[in-house]
Structure formats: structure tokens, C-alpha cells
């Protein structure tokens, strides 16, 4: 069974960084796409950004420029740098997966979800 479990959220000042990081087991084939969502109280959940097993990456307007999307596939993890942080960038972040041979900044295709960690930023 597939498992997501993301670490490394917390509250820092704006302007600031976090590196998020999302450990991923089970997988009987590592999938194609990967990426990083979140979703703010009364909001719905967006896309941040999203890598495909080949590194190809693409990221939202909101953090393009401040978010780096990397990861390590001899130890299967995702990791979220997030830099220069605002505070519309709080909320609850995920990481996901989407089980197709395809990839999109799209939550509505993602089947695999990890729990979240949270991310304040304070003005």
C-alpha cells in the first residue's frame, strides 16, 4: 500500500524558507508524477508544484522563482524548498501522487495523499 509522509513544516517570519520533505513507501513502481499541494483554511486545495520521475518541473505563478520541487530517488523522497515566504503562503502543505503516465499541477488527478504538515508565516 502507498504511503506519503511529509515533515519539515513549522512558522517562520515572512521572508523566510522551509524545506519541506515527503517520505514515500510501498510502491510497487515509482510514479511518474509527484508533487506538492496546499490548501489554507476556507480555501481550496491549489497546486504548488509538481516533478516527473525524468526531473521535468513546473510550478504555480503564486511560487515560481521562491519554490524549488526536488527529489532523491535512491531514497524515494520529494522535498519542497520554500524561500523568500509570504503570508499567503501559510496553510496546510501535502505532497501527493498521481498514478498515471502523465503530470499535472491538477489535485482532482493526484490518488495518494500523505497527512500534510503545517506552515505559518507571520508578518
Known amino acids: 500500500q502507498e504511503q506519503l509522509v511529509e515533515s519539515g513544516g513549522g512558522s517562520v517570519q515572512a521572508g523566510g524558507s522551509l524545506r519541506l520533505s515527503c517520505a514515500a513507501s510501498?510502491?510497487?513502481?515509482?510514479?511518474?508524477?509527484r508533487g506538492w499541494f496546499r490548501q489554507a483554511p476556507g480555501k481550496e486545495r491549489e497546486g504548488v508544484a509538481r516533478?516527473?520521475?525524468?526531473?521535468?518541473?513546473d510550478y504555480s505563478s503564486a511560487v515560481k522563482g521562491r519554490f524549488t520541487i526536488s527529489q532523491d530517488n535512491a531514497k524515494n523522497t520529494l522535498s519542497l524548498q520554500m524561500n523568500s515566504l509570504k503570508p499567503e503562503d501559510s496553510g496546510m502543505y501535502y505532497c501527493?501522487?498521481?498514478?498515471?503516465?502523465?503530470?499535472?499541477?491538477?489535485?482532482?488527478?493526484?490518488?495518494?495523499w500523505g497527512q500534510g504538515t503545517q506552515v505559518t508565516v507571520s508578518s
Open positions: 516533478i516527473t520521475t525524468g526531473g521535468t518541473t
Open positions: 510501498g510502491y510497487t513502481n515509482r510514479p511518474y508524477c
Open positions: 501527493a501522487a498521481l498514478l498515471a503516465p502523465y503530470c499535472m499541477l491538477d489535485p482532482t488527478k493526484f490518488t495518494v
